[in-house]
T-cell receptor, first 112, second 112 residues
Framework: DAGVIQSPRHEVTEMGQEVTLRCKLI?????LFWYRQTMMRGLELLIY????????DSGMPEDRFSAKMPNASFSTLKIQPSEPRDSAVYFC??????????FGEGSWLTVV | DQQVKQNSPSLSVQEGRISILNCDYT??????FLWYKKYPAEGPTFLIS?????DKNEDGRFTVFLNKSAKHLSLHIVPSQPGDSAVYFC???????????FGKGTRLSVIA
């Protein structure tokens, strides 16, 4: 079975550019989570969806960040405009009800 | 304020000995606890979990202990192997399909 698939795996972009990170959920899962990992803050939740509906986006750092689920199996996280402090590893994860959540391999973002 | 705390950023253990990773939490609504393991350049992978109705759960070399009155859990790895060297994240969630809250992680190094 395919796990959570994230793209791109690595992205280097210039400050001010738009960044779009993509995530494909595990088939049958109905919850989607975006996490960000930094040295200072560890793994922090940005936003999560249940059945395509955003439930809690209080972890989204600023209005420059937005996330969507256009369908039940796919999500995007967009940063516009990007800033150097957005450099981090962004993880997408999915789960089914209260089951364990499964992570993708992460998208490594560097904003210069 | 951190709801899940891993106060030891790193731990070194000799191969064959016991590794004990600790985690404290503050939210009394948490009722399910998990440990994830993360290798460099990979996403976190689920290791073991425990429900708040139990005080111990064992899976092979891995045992998780939960002390609800102290709001403390620990992961024991016996015997430790070099392949166990990774960052270990403690995570917790409350009832419903709520997202996991993670600690900052403990880097375990098992020395041969």
């Amino acid at each position: 079975d395919a796990g959570v698939i994230q793209s791109p795996r690595h992205e280097v972009t210039e400050m001010g550019q738009e960044v779009t990170l993509r995530c494909k959920l595990i088939s049958g899962h109905n919850s989607l989570f975006w996490y960000r990992q930094t040295m200072m803050r560890g793994l922090e939740l940005l936003i999560y969806f249940n059945n395509n509906v955003p439930i809690d986006d209080s972890g989204m750092p600023e209005d420059r960040f937005s996330a969507k689920m256009p369908n039940a199996s796919f999500s995007t996280l967009k940063i516009q405009p990007s800033e150097p402090r957005d450099s981090a590893v962004y993880f997408c994860a999915s789960s089914f009800r209260r089951d364990t959540i499964y992570f993708g391999e992460g998208s490594w973002l560097t904003v210069v | 304020d951190q709801q899940v705390k891993q106060n030891s950023p790193s731990l070194s253990v000799q191969e064959g000995r016991i590794s004990i990773l600790n985690c404290d939490y503050t939210n009394s609504m948490f009722d399910y606890f998990l440990w994830y393991k993360k290798y460099p350049a990979e996403g976190p992978t689920f290791l073991i979990s425990i429900s708040s109705i139990k005080d111990k759960n064992e899976d092979g070399r891995f045992t998780v202990f939960l002390n609800k009155s102290a709001k403390h859990l620990s992961l024991h790895i016996v015997p430790s192997q070099p392949g166990d060297s990774a960052v270990y994240f403690c995570a917790a969630r409350s009832s419903g399909n709520t997202p996991l809250v993670f600690g900052k992680g403990t880097r375990l190094s098992v020395i041969a």
